[in-house]
């Protein structure tokens, strides 16, 4: 092995990391640099140190090679380590979206499990070499791992610089990475001229001149590979230097060595690491040169395929003997071109010093690939896919025949190379690596560009490679590859592959798609026979769950048909969708005693070991539950969920049971229970990169928030760019709220005239979204809104204020948001009636929060009505509210009471609110309503409920006497 020169901050920064491991804080270091730097020696050297700490060292390495196995650095750990390996596992047959990710999550688990107790003893050293080349599926589990790295574990991953600026996956994957506080970076650049000094005197064997060290050093920019290459060419004799940049190597040395010509000053890593220096170059070319002319072939044939140089393979692609292929491979392992060392610390062929499969450095194996004429690398391809198609394995390596067969193109067989590629995504999407299935599925697209496919092939691998991009997330590529697929079976008039396509989003929210899915699954469903069929029923169930995020009259009738017919055909999946439907179309607050019973049927079907219905039925009764106010037996379902969780390893399930819990804590005033729970919920939904379960983890932390005035939420607005994310829609107003508690009203009232019509809001949302605009529009003074969305809640006035479907915050009795509407609307005499009713329902509830918020509002109301006894009341609910307020730690709700109290304290209070008193200032300047409207920003109806209200309040009869009451009232 070369001799290790500098680096020694580095190493001291490693030999820290390893040294808290073994102390127990495990972390993930990130090694890069160009290629040649040193990287993976770096880490060689590191893997010495942990082997003197007593940690156990293992590695894997990704490879360029297409053909290569999806997971293959960590499937190649967990074989040194002596572990099973989850990520190999059955495949999610005819499995729903959401259903195939909670299995990849759970084998990701699996393997943060299995490094957890391998590191669990004496610390564990794992080196992922090569990250640039991982596959998406590796990349993910590498961030997952970081999110939640075991104790005791140092993972060190190094990559090449240049990637993140070509590769999406690698440069999201390492942004998803600087973000994790257990996560360093460090990236390697040349040594400096002393050390390249040091470099070249042990390569050498002698004292090289420093002129000469100095000039390798301009003309390599001291990488260590290439001081090492031309370092092979000064041994002998010293050499002469003639002029800085300029060497006189010894006599038989390739003239090119001696060019000068080093790159322009200032040129960027990227163009160091792109263009090898043509003395470094040319030194490769040179070492190559020095093999007899069998074994070029061979190590070129070794370079094209990328297969470590196995002697079999090796002689059936090139025509030689497997005895003299042996020959030759000898030749080039003491060439230093090749190594046969099989016994490294990572368990496969290859040498510690980061070379490729067999080669002693990638940069020889790509040196001597670029010598190979096209045509020739094609056919050494099409040699090597028909090698192994007549092995035994063959269907295990899929992937690398495919791979083969495609790269022998044009001059290969297409259709060979058609069905290779659908195999190998066949079973790469049944090892859950979608995004390498989604690749293969596209390769066989193109590979059968020219070929007269049939028509329902086409739109198989369309489909398929949509299904692999909607579980790997990748939402745009699916919504492409589900126009393509409906369109080609469209054309053929095929609607069973039409309806198979469809059916790929169920399950799936997407924004951007349901608007189009809806009318594909419609048209679908006028596709096929009218006869029943299972098919038919799943279209007609995802019609209607395509539509939850709008109100539709029809979405009863519908649902009920599609359930009828999965009846009728017995068909098991389709009634579970047509159920789901049914839930969806019955998730306003009128459907909750129906949902009970629908989730109560659920739990029947998964009776017989379905956890997947068990698990929905569950959640289905919580949310019923919830709204109907019932928190005990909603409780009673939320321990079933987590207690299904627990037995079934389900992260899906325990998400749903963390949340779950966080809402009953915070509707019980278990603020800081509440608070851990949500910060647990968010940081599990990120580690399943899950943005169905990311948003609401957010909302639940902002909602609790909002009712206890913790920062929490300012680190994660942060974090989140919650403006940018969470702003968009209805939602604006949950983030309005939270900004109002946080005192910043500009803001909050900025949010809410964003928001859009009432009438665009989900069923399933609209009795939360509807309360808590109303407060908006009240604190606002938006009273024509107020109005509006007063008379929309009153039908909902004796539910509980949460979701019809997916419940993450329970606000209370509706009567409390309608109080507050009509305490609005100047109706003191109702508002008084509503919130008496919150505190009474509210108390049986269970919520002291809701309690303490509808006594404020309450005494609120009293001291606006001040009818007889309203103000000794007032005084009886302000005192409750404030102590209430005080015990549950609720800081905006208590600064709330203490203005109250404050203006209670006066001897009379003003009948008219700020913003009455302000508009009466202008009637008193002689303004129009519409003139007010305009200088306001208020709509001219809003302005003209102010007056009436002025009016009324004041008994007084028109806007002079307006004026004449306020110019006394400002004397006074």
């Known amino acids: 092995m070369p001799t290790f020169v500098g680096r020694e901050r580095e190493t001291a920064r490693l030999a820290a990391r390893l040294r808290a491991a073994v102390a127990g804080a495990g972390s993930v270091v990130l090694v890069g640099g160009e290629p040649g730097v040193g990287k993976t020696r770096l880490a060689t050297q590191t893997a010495g140190v942990a082997r003197d700490l007593g940690m156990v060292v293992a590695a894997g390495r990704a490879t360029d090679d297409e053909g290569s196995p999806p997971y293959r650095p960590v499937s190649q750990v967990l074989r040194v380590l002596g572990l099973p390996d989850p990520l190999g596992g059955g495949a999610v047959a005819d499995g729903r979206a959401d259903v195939a990710a909670q299995e990849r999550f759970r084998r990701y688990e699996a393997v943060s499990e299995a490094l957890r107790a391998a590191a669990a003893p004496a610390g564990l050293f794992v080196l992922l070499d090569d990250l640039h080349w991982a596959d998406a599926g590796t990349l993910r589990l590498l961030v997952h791992v970081?999110?939640?790295?075991?104790?005791?574990?140092?993972?060190?991953?190094?990559?090449?610089?240049?990637?993140?600026?070509?590769?999406?996956?690698?440069?999201?994957?390492?942004?998803?990475?600087?973000?994790?506080?257990?996560?360093?970076?460090?990236?390697?650049?040349?040594?400096?001229?002393?050390?390249?000094?040091?470099?070249?005197?042990?390569?050498?064997?002698?004292?090289?001149?420093?002129?000469?060290?100095?000039?390798?050093?301009?003309?390599?920019?001291?990488?260590?590979?290439?001081?090492?290459?031309?370092?092979?060419?000064?041994?002998?004799?010293?050499?002469?230097?003639?002029?800085?940049?300029?060497?006189?190597?010894?006599?038989?040395?390739?003239?090119?060595?001696?060019?000068?010509?080093?790159?322009?000053?200032?040129?960027p890593p990227a163009v160091a690491e792109l263009r090898l220096p043509d003395g470094v170059r040319d030194a490769v070319r040179a070492r190559l040169a020095r093999l007899s002319a069998q074994c070029r072939r061979v190590v070129r044939a070794a370079a094209v395929l990328g297969a470590a140089p196995d002697a079999a393979v090796l002689a059936e692609v090139t025509g030689l003997e497997?005895?003299?292929?042996?020959?030759?491979?000898?030749?080039?392992?003491?060439?230093?071109?090749?190594?046969?060392?099989?016994?490294?610390?990572?368990?496969?062929?290859?040498?510690?010093?980061?070379?490729?499969?067999?080669?002693?450095?990638?940069?020889?194996?790509?040196?001597?690939?670029?010598?190979?004429?096209?045509?020739?690398?094609?056919?050494?391809?099409?040699?090597?896919?028909?090698?192994?198609?007549?092995?035994?394995?063959?269907?295990?390596?899929?992937?690398?025949?495919?791979?083969?067969?495609?790269?022998?193109?044009?001059?290969?067989?297409?259709?060979?190379?058609?069905?290779?590629?659908?195999?190998?995504?066949?079973?790469?999407?049944?090892?859950?690596?979608?995004?390498?299935?989604?690749?293969?599925?596209?390769?066989?697209?193109?590979?059968?560009?020219?070929?007269?496919?049939?028509?329902?092939?086409r739109a198989a691998l369309l489909t398929g490679r949509a299904a692999a991009q909607v579980r790997g997330y990748d939402m745009d590529g699916a919504r492409e590859s589900l126009t393509a697929a409906t369109g080609v079976a469209r054309d053929a008039g095929d609607p069973e592959a039409f309806a198979r396509a469809v059916l790929v989003m169920e399950g799936v929210s997407?924004?951007?798609?349901?608007?189009?899915?809806?009318?594909?699954?419609?048209?679908?469903?006028?596709?096929?026979?009218?006869?029943?069929?299972?098919?038919?029923?799943?279209?007609?169930?995802?019609?209607?769950?395509?539509?939850?995020?709008?109100?539709?009259?029809?979405?009863?009738?519908?649902?009920?048909?599609?359930?009828?017919?999965?009846?009728?055909?017995?068909?098991?999946?389709?009634?579970?969708?047509?159920?789901?439907?049914r839930q969806f179309a019955l998730s306003s607050p009128a459907g909750a005693e129906e949902r009970l019973s629908l989730g109560t049927r659920l739990l029947a079907i998964g009776a017989d070991g379905d956890d997947d219905a068990l698990l929905w039925g569950r959640l289905w009764r919580f949310d019923a539950y919830a709204q109907l106010g019932d928190l005990a037996a909603a409780s009673t379902e939320a321990?079933?969920?987590?207690?299904?969780?627990?037995?079934?390893?389900?992260?899906?399930?325990?998400?749903?049971?963390?949340?779950?819990?966080?809402?009953?804590?915070?509707?019980?005033?278990?603020?800081?229970?509440?608070?851990?729970?949500?910060?647990?919920?968010?940081?599990?939904?990120?580690?399943?990169?899950?943005?169905?379960?990311?948003?609401?983890?957010?909302?639940v932390l902002l909602g609790i928030c909002a009712l206890t005035g913790d920062r929490s939420a300012v680190a994660l607005e942060g974090a989140f760019g919650l403006p940018e994310t969470m702003a968009a829609g209805w939602l604006r107003g949950a983030l309005a709220l939270w900004k109002l508690a946080a005192g910043e009203r500009a803001e909050a009232e900025r949010l809410y005239r964003g928001v859009p019509p009432v009438e665009h809001i989900p069923p399933f949302v609209r009795l939360p979204a509807v309360s808590g605009m109303i407060e908006l529009a009240a604190e606002f003074d938006d009273l024509a809104a107020v109005a509006t969305l007063h008379d929309m809640l009153l039908a909902d006035a004796d539910r509980f204020v949460c979701g019809g479907a997916g419940v993450i915050m329970i606000g209370g009795p509706a009567r409390l948001p309608l109080g507050i509407g009509a305490a609005a609307l100047g109706r003191h005499d109702e508002a008084v009636a509503h919130l008496r009713a919150a505190i009474d329902l509210g108390g049986r509830a269970g919520m002291p929060p809701a309690v303490a918020t509808a006594r404020y509002h309450l005494a609120r109301a009293l001291l606006r009505r001040d009818d007889p006894g309203d103000r000794a009341a007032a005084a009886v609910h302000a005192t409750d509210a404030a102590a209430a307020a005080l015990r549950l730690g609720m800081r905006p709700l208590a600064a709330q009471v203490a203005g109250l109290e404050t203006g209670a304290a006066q001897r009379r209070p003003d009948p008219l609110t700020p913003r009455e008193r302000e508009i009466a200032g202008h009637v008193a300047r002689g303004l129009t309503n519409k003139a007010i409207a305009a200088e306001l920003y208020l709509s001219e109806r809003t302005v003209e409920t102010h007056v009436q209200r002025v009016l009324t309040k004041l008994g007084l009869a028109n806007r002079t006497q307006v004026a004449t009451w306020h110019l006394r009232s400002t004397d006074t």
Do not use: K
């Open 322 to 457: 497997p005895a003299g292929v042996l020959s030759v491979l000898d030749e080039a392992a003491a060439a230093g071109i090749l190594t046969r060392d099989a016994g490294t610390w990572w368990g496969t062929a290859g040498s510690p010093e980061g070379g490729g499969d067999g080669f002693t450095h990638d940069l020889i194996r790509e040196a001597a690939a670029a010598e190979v004429p096209t045509a020739e690398r094609m056919l050494l391809h099409a040699r090597m896919a028909a090698g192994l198609c007549g092995r035994p394995d063959a269907d295990a390596r899929a992937a690398e025949i495919a791979h083969h067969l495609v790269a022998s193109l044009p001059l290969g067989a297409a259709a060979e190379a058609v069905a290779w590629s659908r195999r190998a995504g066949d079973r790469a999407a049944a090892l859950l690596a979608w995004e390498e299935a989604a690749a293969w599925y596209g390769r066989a697209l193109d590979a059968a560009a020219g070929l007269p496919l049939p028509a329902a092939e």
């Open 510 to 581: 997407d924004f951007l798609w349901d608007p189009v899915g809806r009318s594909l699954a419609q048209e679908a469903v006028e596709a096929l026979p009218d006869a029943d069929s299972g098919l038919r029923a799943r279209l007609m169930a995802q019609v209607v769950v395509m539509d939850a995020w709008r109100q539709t009259a029809d979405a009863g009738p519908r649902s009920l048909a599609a359930v009828e017919m999965a009846e009728r055909t017995g068909d098991r999946r389709a009634l579970v969708e047509a159920l789901r439907a």
């Open 639 to 699: 321990e079933a969920v987590a207690a299904l969780a627990d037995r079934t390893r389900s992260t899906l399930a325990g998400w749903h049971a963390i949340r779950s819990r966080a809402a009953l804590t915070a509707a019980t005033g278990d603020f800081a229970e509440a608070l851990a729970l949500a910060g647990r919920s968010l940081a599990l939904a990120r580690r399943s990169g899950s943005e169905g379960s990311i948003q609401p983890s957010v909302g």
């Open 146 to 267: 970081a999110r939640d790295v075991p104790g005791r574990l140092v993972l060190v991953a190094t990559y090449r610089t240049t990637e993140p600026a070509t590769d999406a996956v690698f440069g999201g994957s390492l942004a998803a990475l600087a973000v994790e506080p257990v996560v360093e970076r460090i990236v390697l650049t040349g040594l400096s001229e002393a050390e390249v000094g040091r470099q070249l005197d042990a390569v050498t064997g002698f004292a090289v001149p420093a002129g000469v060290a100095q000039a390798v050093h301009r003309r390599t920019h001291g990488n260590p590979f290439f001081v090492g290459e031309l370092g092979l060419l000064l041994t002998g004799s010293p050499p002469a230097v003639a002029e800085p940049g300029l060497l006189l190597l010894p006599a038989g040395s390739p003239p090119a060595v001696a060019e000068p010509g080093p790159l322009p000053a200032g040129s």
